[in-house]
Nanobody, 129 residues
Framework: QVQLVESGGGLVQTGGSLRLSCAASGFTSNYYTIGWFRQAPGKEREGVSCINRSDGNTYYADSVKGRFTISRDNAKNTVYLQMSSLKPEDTAVYYC??????????????????????WGQGTQVTISS
């Protein structure tokens, strides 16, 4: 059974930085993709970024390109989301999620939360203005 545990959320000022972590366990294969999603009150869940565990290919939503960096530490089965130049509109609950397989069209799959079958509990990120 796949388990995902997020950590690293908190309260920071505009322009600050945070690093989120997603610790993954229970996979039976090394071929899977971890995605980061966020959901603000009253809004739909949004795909932010994702990374293939096997080849390291990545995807970023336009809203975070140049400010967020996703990375992985395969030895620790952990994916990180380094968030910089944070804005109040980045405020949301951030979730990590997983989908099995070696994905190639990340720009199609990663924005769609319905593609991901396993989810963490979420971590709150609040950016004060």
């Amino acid at each position: 059974q796949v388990q995902l545990v997020e950590s690293g959320g908190g309260l920071v000022q505009t322009g600050g930085s945070l690093r989120l972590s997603c610790a993954a366990s229970g996979f039976t294969s090394n071929y899977y993709t971890i995605g980061w999603f966020r959901q603000a009150p009253g809004k739909e869940r949004e795909g932010v970024s994702c990374i293939n565990r096997s080849d390291g290919n990545t995807y970023y939503a336009d809203s975070v390109k140049g400010r967020f960096t996703i990375s992985r530490d395969n030895a620790k089965n952990t994916v990180y989301l380094q968030m910089s130049s944070l804005k109040p509109e980045d405020t949301a609950v951030y979730y990590c999620a997983a989908v099995s397989g070696l994905l190639t069209r990340l720009w199609v799959i990663c924005p769609d939360p319905g593609r991901f079958g396993s989810w963490g509990q979420g971590t709150q990120v609040t950016i004060s203005s």
